[in-house]
């Protein structure tokens, strides 16, 4: 496979950077490597899919690369910032100011009604909600009418899309999908990624998904493969059907 | 099962250990009340034995009314020594005195403090003496005194140095001469002893030719028991006459009923933080079974019968309640020394040498341990059953509640109420235990039918509103208050059994602060409005009940600047018709009517110069109680063990505790009850002269003769009855607290186990940028909401509780209602810091959740 778009070598700039990360679990014998040597840029303005089979380390990647999880060697900067040098505290405000997350259980408050849920991440971080850029939010996820129910009130489709606004409202400089259709019907489904799409097209937003559904990934612009922990495919997105014929060529 | 039971005990060692430390505190405490008394009375038993060691037959007092420390005149009489001489048998027969006292060094400063007692005691003859001298001699003249080893040594008084021996005579310099050493050595119970000889020992306590024992040996062939019929015979039914052993037991079996009431005491606060721990089983149990749905529903599948269920739940409580009686058990022998210096700080000294473990002590704290965390896990165990094996399959199946009773459900809410009222009067009143505890078992059923009514209806609309308007005082600091208060209102069923626990201890508390309160205001109302003269002279003993000299009253009259003095001292009598003591006081008439107002019911002043003796005036209260007219004869058995007859002359009122169910004159006291000394003296001034002028000559004639007393203006006395009642008030605080500390432990529990429910949010609050620091305040908030939910219900319950118990109980009789409302704010903040203190480990674990595991994919 030829190395083509979206690697960063022509013209975009890095958001995320990762380069020779390996991550490995557990001591001696009982070892697993989840990465190995991997290196990887996500230019701004794009929509990656990380795909592969369980256990290739796609869920890993994407952990570290977040700040969640940190590797045994190598590096990783967001927007310019090296994390494997940032303490807990440094951490932590990263992810509220330059990451957004969508995860496959929705993982909203239950207690709180779908704005309060949508402002989360400002509250969090003691500020103040940019009016114009909310309300576009909302009428863009199509929620205006479910703003005062709480998430027990709502369908998974509309829970998931009240966390795409709750992921967008930060402006963060990339959002991290983790299996965002995984818990969904084909439509809303549907209506999720192609909020997503929207995204990086209206707003240049940059996102990186993990999934292992084909038709998900095909709403991407990159493809990227991963088996047993390194990147066994990088190039453009394909359709469904290559995507799944990919899958099995790895798999 | 069992295995599996303990496998999972062992898996979940921070739950066990804080569920079982719920119940461990209270059974601690009742182990240690055990471990307590049962020490004490095998002390004092060995005390008695050592005492009457060498005594075949022995003399006291009779006192059918019950052993009184305040002063009474003996009636052993020198003519009945001379006639146990002359029964048949009698090898040696010697009268003894032994009656408390004051001992002050040179200095005027005590050498027995708290309320460790201190005894006047005189020489016997050497079978029968059970103080052997460790250094020098027995006192041979009336300058001399010999002293018991532990108060030398704790006054640094060494042989050939001064000391001062106060009793009804004015107080008088001896010179020591000898150390002595009681019994084998053992401790005399940590009081002191002043031995002096015998004439100087009756002048001293004002009981000349008389004695408070006499000690008799038998000639040999003569048997101890045969001894004593011989010399019943001689003696009067004023004297009882007893074998040396037979009296011991005596004396220990009258020492057991006394501490009784300590144990009893004690043991009503174990009980309190037994409820309280039974609160936090059942709360953490019904979380687990929630929360072990899954696995209830996988043991159905496959095969578990329901029974199988509900015992492996059941073992469960048996287990933790095994652990929590013996950690409580183990921590009551732990204990027993803190409550007895507990009781040393504030004030009353009790003997004690070695821990004593009766085998009921063990078995009690086990039972009770292990019979209240099964009945508490009872319920959640048979929820427990109810989990269908599709639980197994599925995520969030809700384990099927039982049909609500829907019959009654106006009618229930009122009984209920009904209940609760009768419940406190019955309390209050003081109606046997098992009126009350009818009534609270009816109480109980009543309240589980509300509880299974309330599945209906809108639930616990009240804790949500009240967790709303706490939630305001955090809702301004962001999200994490906002999160907190919508968290604490989540499962409102949880949270309220979380408060309930801290309610308990915090209804109590505010009920006694509240009580106590209005008894202070209540004694300040009354002593301002009955009290005219200027001084009081008491006893400066924190014993209430020790008294000053007779002639003391004499001595304050002869004080230029006063003007009037009248002695008041405190008595008991028991009418015929009664088995238990009256309290009497007895006045002097001409003098008591110009310091005293007394609050007639029926009668005037002249009632009172009228009482001679043969009158009483009788209080209100005890009046209507015993349905007492003016003009009433009664039949009043005295101290002395004479009955006397007395007619009800006039009824009064009397908030200030000064005047008894009875009030006589001291004439009559004297004559009839054995009156030996005073209580009280009240001075009047004359008019013109100031306080700065007279009261210090009156220090300065305490200082010199009465040592033992000192004077108080009104306010001061007020004071004085108000630290009373403040310590009184620390000791039941600190004895409450433990209920608030196990209940401490109930909201540690329920947040670390909400904490585990919640592990996915918040792995995502921290994946979106919530801090660690956001995170642990948000877990302190909600445990500060659910605290101060428990501590305004407490409040609540406390104040309408002391309401309701003042006017039913004591309406018309003068109670002021008073409300410390200070105390009651500052109860409100130890709720909340409470709350803090209980959030910090919870919040510490929730802070290092892992963020990976909002995350993780089913």
Same mark, same amino acid.
């Given at each position: ?33 989840? *990465? ?46 090296? *994390? ?35 402002? *989360? ?25 479910? *703003? ?68 998900? #990934? ?24 290559? #995507? ?8 | ?114 309320? %460790? ?71 005399? +119970?940590?009081? =002191? ?51 040396? /052993? ?29 409820? $309280? ?27 578990? /019968?329901?029974?199988?269920?509900r015992r492996s739940v059941v073992y469960e409580g048996l287990m933790l309640g095994i652990v929590g009686g013996v950690v409580g058990l183990l921590g009551g022998i732990a204990l027993a020394p803190g409550l007895d210096q507990l009781f040393k700080s504030f004030g009353a000294d009790l003997p004690d040498s070695g821990t004593v473990i009766e085998t009921r002590t063990i078995v009690v704290s086990l039972a009770v341990g292990v019979g209240v965390t099964v009945l508490a896990g009872l319920s959640p165990a048979l929820r427990a059953t109810r989990v269908p094996p599709l639980a197994a399959m599925r995520e969030g $199946? ?9 019959? +009654? ?18 309390? %209050?009143?003081?109606?046997?235990? /098992? ?13 589980? $039918? ?20 706490? =939630? ?40 006694? %602060? ?89 009668? /005037? ?17 005890? !009046? ?47 004559? !009839? ?45 007020? !004071? ?77 319950? =406390? ?60």
């Amino acid at each position: 496979m030829a190395i083509t778009a979206g690697d960063g070598r022509d013209g975009y700039s890095m958001i995320v950077e990762a380069s020779h990360l390996s991550r490995r679990y557990g001591e001696g014998e009982a070892a697993v490597d989840a *990465l190995s040597d991997v290196s990887v840029g996500f230019p701004e303005g794009r929509f990656a899919a990380i795909m592969g089979p369980s256990g290739s380390g796609k869920s890993t990647l994407m952990h570290i690369l977040a700040g969640l999880d940190s590797p045994t060697s190598g590096s990783v900067r967001v927007a310019g910032v090296e *994390l494997t040098e940032l303490g807990d505290r440094e951490l932590t405000q990263l992810r509220r100011d330059r990451i957004g997350f969508i995860f496959q259980t929705f993982n909203l408050l239950p207690v709180l009604s779908a704005d309060e849920n949508i402002l *989360l991440p400002l509250s969090i971080a003691g500020r103040k909600p940019d009016h114009a850029w909310y309300e576009q939010l909302i009428d863009t996820v199509g929620i205006r009418d479910r *703003l005062s129910h709480r998430p027990a009130e709502m369908s998974g489709g509309q829970q998931q899309r009240v966390a795409v606004a709750r992921a967008l409202i930060s402006r963060p400089s990339v959002v991290f999908a983790d299996e965002p259709s995984g818990n969904l019907d084909s439509k809303s489904s549907g209506d999720v990624l192609r909020l997503l799409r929207q995204a990086v097209d209206d707003i240049g937003q940059t996102v990186v998904m993990v999934t292992h559904d084909a038709h998900a #990934a095909s709403f991407a612009d990159r493809l990227l493969l991963l088996a047993d922990g390194r990147i066994v495919h990088d190039g453009e997105a394909v359709s469904t059907e290559q #995507a799944l014929d990919l899958m099995k060529s790895v798999g | 099962m069992l295995a599996l039971v303990a496998r999972g005990f062992l898996q979940r060692k921070l739950r066990v250990l804080l569920t079982a430390i719920a119940i461990a505190l209270g059974v601690a405490l009742m182990a240690g009340t055990y471990v307590l008394t049962d020490t004490i009375n095998k002390s004092f038993a060995g005390i008695f034995q050592t005492a009457t060691k060498g005594h075949d037959v022995v003399i006291t007092p009779t006192q059918s009314l019950g052993r009184r420390v305040i002063s009474q005149t003996s009636p052993i009489t020198e003519q009945m020594l001379a006639q146990v001489r002359g029964t048949p048998g009698v090898a040696e027969a010697a009268g003894s005195i032994f009656t408390p006292g004051t001992f002050l060094d040179v200095h005027g400063k005590r050498l027995t403090t708290g309320g %460790a007692p201190a005894f006047i005691g005189s020489e016997v003859p050497k079978r029968f003496e059970s103080f052997t001298a460790v250094h020098g001699r027995f006192p041979v003249n009336a300058e001399e005194v010999a002293i018991d080893e532990a108060t030398a040594e704790r006054s640094n008084l060494k042989i050939g140095e001064q000391m001062i021996v106060a009793g009804s005579a004015p107080a008088k310099r001896y010179t020591i001469v000898g150390i002595l050493r009681f019994g084998g050595g053992q401790s005399f +119970g940590g009081a =002191g002893a002043a031995i002096l000889t015998l004439a100087e020992a009756q002048r001293v306590v004002g009981d000349t030719g008389r004695y408070d024992q006499i000690d008799v040996a038998a000639r040999p062939g003569v048997t101890p028991s045969g001894l004593r019929t011989r010399i019943r015979g001689e003696l009067p039914s004023t004297v009882a006459v007893r074998t040396g /052993s037979e009296q011991a037991s005596k004396e220990t079996s009258d020492l057991e009923s006394n501490l009784s009431f300590l144990r009893t005491f004690l043991l009503v606060f174990a009980y309190v933080a037994l409820v $309280v721990g039974a609160f936090i089983i059942f709360n953490t149990f019904s979380i687990t079974v929630a929360q072990r749905t899954r696995e209830f529903g996988l043991l159905r599948t496959l095969g578990a /019968s329901r029974a199988q269920i509900r015992r492996s739940v059941v073992y469960e409580g048996l287990m933790l309640g095994i652990v929590g009686g013996v950690v409580g058990l183990l921590g009551g022998i732990a204990l027993a020394p803190g409550l007895d210096q507990l009781f040393k700080s504030f004030g009353a000294d009790l003997p004690d040498s070695g821990t004593v473990i009766e085998t009921r002590t063990i078995v009690v704290s086990l039972a009770v341990g292990v019979g209240v965390t099964v009945l508490a896990g009872l319920s959640p165990a048979l929820r427990a059953t109810r989990v269908p094996p599709l639980a197994a399959m599925r995520e969030g $199946v809700e384990i099927p509640r039982r049909t609500p009773i829907t019959r +009654g459900r106006h009618a229930v809410p009122v009984l209920l109420a009904l209940i609760g009222v009768r419940l406190v009067v019955a309390i %209050a009143l003081g109606e046997p235990f /098992s009126t009350i505890a009818i009534t609270f078992a009816i109480g109980v059923v009543l309240l589980y $039918v509300r509880l299974r009514q309330r599945a209906t209806g809108p639930r616990y609309r009240l804790t949500r509103a009240l967790a709303h308007a706490v =939630g305001g005082l955090v809702r301004w600091r962001g999200i994490t208050g906002r999160l907190a208060e919508e968290n604490s209102i989540r499962q409102p069923g949880r949270t309220l059994t979380t408060a309930s626990a801290l309610t308990v201890g915090i209804a109590l508390v505010t009920l006694v %602060a509240v009580l106590a309160d209005g008894t202070k205001a209540t004694i300040n109302q009354a002593v301002d409005r009955s009290f005219a003269g200027d001084l009081i002279v008491e006893n400066s003993s924190v014993n209430s009940e020790a008294a000053i000299p007779a002639v003391l009253a004499p001595a304050l009259r002869r004080v230029p600047g006063v003007a009037s003095v009248t002695p008041i001292a405190f008595t008991v009598g028991r009418l015929r018709t009664s088995t238990s003591n009256e309290a009497i006081t007895a006045v002097e008439p001409e003098s008591f009517e110009r310091v005293y107002r007394v609050e007639w019911k029926q009668g /005037s002043n002249a009632t009172l110069q009228r009482l001679g003796e043969s009158g009483a005036i009788v209080k209100n209260s005890f !009046a209507s109680s015993h349905h007492l007219k003016v003009g009433q004869r009664l039949e009043v058995l005295t101290p002395t063990d004479r009955y006397v007859p007395i007619t009800v002359e006039g009824i009064a009122e009397d908030n200030t505790r000064l005047l008894g169910d009875l009030t006589i004159t001291l004439a009559l006291a004297r004559r !009839a009850f054995g009156q030996r000394e005073d209580a009280l003296d009240f001075v009047s001034y004359e008019k013109g002269v100031t306080n700065e002028q007279v009261q210090p000559r009156v220090e300065e004639l305490l200082a010199s003769y009465f040592p033992q007393a000192r004077s108080r203006t009104a306010a001061q006395f007020k !004071a004085d009855q108000s630290g009373q009642i403040n310590s009184l008030l620390a000791l039941i605080y600190v004895l409450l607290a433990l209920s608030v500390i196990v209940s401490l432990f109930g909201i540690v529990n329920t947040l670390v186990l909400s904490i585990y429910e919640r592990t996915r949010e918040l792995g995502m609050l921290r994946a979106i940028g919530t801090s660690r620091a956001q995170i642990r305040q948000m877990i302190r908030y909600e445990s500060v909401i659910t605290a101060l939910i428990g501590g305004i219900f407490g409040l609540v319950i =406390g104040v309408v509780a002391a309401v309701l118990i003042t006017t039913l109980t004591l309406s018309g009789s003068g109670y002021v209602q008073a409300f410390p409302v200070g105390t009651l704010l500052i109860l409100l903040v130890v709720a909340a810091v409470a709350g803090l203190i209980a959030a910090q480990l919870p919040a510490r674990r929730a802070a290092r959740l892992d963020t990976l595991s909002a995350l993780a994919s089913e």
